[in-house]
Nanobody, 119 residues
């Protein structure tokens, strides 16, 4: 069993910053990919950023240059530093990890944390 606990969401004014954290616990072998996704009201869930176990990162075009993803493998934790926030960044942000267990990849999702950016 794997649990993901997210924290760091909240209300911030446009131009402000927030840092999201997601800690994984439970029966964890190898975390191949850690990432953040978001879902705004009435929209589909979309990728924000991912980081692989090798350190490679991938960002949505809309957040490049403003958001930074990082991971602490010793703590099984992924972070998302969000700077220069815009009202259009308002969404529920979800953490996702991809675990490799016995050569199989399994996805796990967090419960989500609300980020609201006021104009």
């Amino acid at each position: 069993q794997v649990q993901l606990v997210e924290s760091g969401g909240g209300l911030v004014q446009a131009g402000g910053s927030l840092r999201l954290s997601c800690a994984a616990s439970g029966t964890i072998f190898t975390i191949r990919v850690m990432g953040w996704y978001r879902q705004a009201p009435g929209k589909q869930r979309e990728l924000v950023a991912t980081v692989s176990d090798g350190g490679s990162t991938n960002y949505a075009d809309s957040v490049k240059g403003r958001f930074t993803i990082s991971r602490d493998n010793a703590k099984n934790t992924v972070y998302l530093q969000m700077n220069s926030l815009k009202p259009e960044d308002t969404a529920v942000y979800y953490c996702k990890i991809i675990l490799e267990v016995l050569n199989r990849l399994n996805d796990y999702w967090g419960q989500g944390t609300q980020v609201t950016v006021s104009s």
